[in-house]
């Protein structure tokens, strides 16, 4: 049997780069998608080679219909298959600041990115899945949408950033809703506190919150490993009897406790 290919958004670094090594560790094929950075996802690319794994490096904006389009294609072109999809790519506003002075133009772009781009790239790979199914060329394939805690804990310096994710666990209820009929399961990753380059510039902060004060009872940052290993529990099928399921995966930030 060929390999089976997963599309994962925002893969040069972080999160994404942690979800393209789980995946070719388990021999899976990757797409490895970047906006800007062509170093980092050549780099992502060699490393998940070195384990065996075959790839391609795809850029493109997911926020770009273009983009989102020129994706599909060369995954389909060079695999002729998608059996997974990773909607991993999101921004933050390029500047924090109260809600009650955020700019339009600030929730548009991050709403462009984290929000409407993934909706409607779901939209273009769900259909091909579900050609590839009808002409038996793969079987049960899976889409998997990178949300975060932001979805339901409030921080109003980045209020288009919260919307947008819980934004994300919406579609992903809607999503799951649709493509069921066809075999297609749907799920929803929330990372917590992840230790990236996104977030070393607030890295002294969360120390202190998570190794003082045990904002996780599991008190260590996340790392993207941690998503990686998410992911492939989905992608390995471990979970056939879900869908539209929120996975937390936040140390147990979500925990009420007294």
């Not at 062509?38 to 070195?50: M, R, V």
């Amino acid at each position: 049997m060929r390999e089976k290919v997963a599309i994962v958004t925002g893969s040069s670094r972080g999160i994404g780069r942690g979800i393209v090594l789980a995946l070719a560790e388990h021999a899976w094929s990757v797409v490895v998608n970047y906006r800007s950075n062509q170093a980092a996802a050549e780099n992502t690319l060699q490393a998940a080679q070195f384990v065996g794994a075959k790839g391609i490096i795809v850029q493109g904006d997911v926020a770009n219909k273009e983009d989102q389009v020129k994706l599909v294609e060369a995954t389909l072109e060079h695999f002729e298959r998608v059996d997974l999809l990773v909607n991993n790519a999101g921004i933050g506003p390029r500047v924090r600041v109260d809600m009650l002075e955020a700019s339009e133009q600030s929730y548009d772009e991050v709403m462009a990115t984290n929000l409407k781009g993934p909706f409607f790239l779901t939209q273009l790979v769900a259909r091909k899945m579900v050609h590839l199914i009808e002409d038996g060329k793969v079987q049960s394939p899976k889409i998997v949408n990178i949300g975060s805690i932001s979805a339901y804990t409030s921080s109003p310096a980045r209020a288009e950033y919260c919307i947008s994710k819980a934004g994300v666990g919406m579609m992903t209820a809607l999503w799951a809703d649709r493509l069921a009929e066809y075999g297609i399961n749907v799920y929803e990753i929330r990372p917590g506190i992840i230790e990236t380059d996104l977030t070393s510039v607030v890295k002294d902060k969360y120390d202190h919150l998570i190794q003082e004060e045990g904002i996780t009872p599991i008190r260590r940052w996340g790392q993207p490993q941690d998503i990686g290993k998410a992911v492939v529990a989905i992608a390995e099928g471990l979970l056939p009897f879900s869908t539209g399921e929120v996975i937390n995966v936040d140390g147990g930030f979500h925990l009420t406790r007294l």
